[in-house]
Nanobody, 111 residues
């Protein structure tokens, strides 16, 4: 079973930026289907970005990218808003193919 390792969370002011990283052990092809999910406080976990689309709430502000040489998936988050506060996770985008969830990284957007 793949053990995902996320990093990059933190506390940031509104309008700021953060970048998440997700190391995916195994073959580089395995990161193609990896997306980014988030779970705001008291809410369900939702997919916010994958290879082909972004959630409307993050479109134009978040960018997903991949480094196949490093088996790493990134999420660049710009123009952060308070509603982006959540725990962020990487995993495959389809529930039927999810690996075990990693520990996630906390992002807090606050003045």
């Amino acid at each position: 079973q793949v053990q995902l390792v996320e990093s990059g969370g933190g506390l940031v002011q509104p309008g700021g930026s953060l970048r998440h990283s997700c190391l995916v052990p195994g073959s580089p092809i395995s990161i193609v289907a990896v997306g980014w999910h988030r779970q705001p406080p008291g809410k369900q976990r939702d997919l916010v970005a994958n290879l082909t689309k972004y959630a409307d709430s993050v479109k134009g502000r978040f960018t997903i990218s991949r480094d196949y040489a490093k088996n790493t998936v990134y999420l660049q988050m710009n123009s952060l808003k308070s509603e982006d506060t959540a725990v962020y996770y990487c995993n495959k985008d389809s529930p039927s193919t999810w690996w075990n969830w990693g520990q996630g990284t906390q992002v807090t957007v606050s003045a």
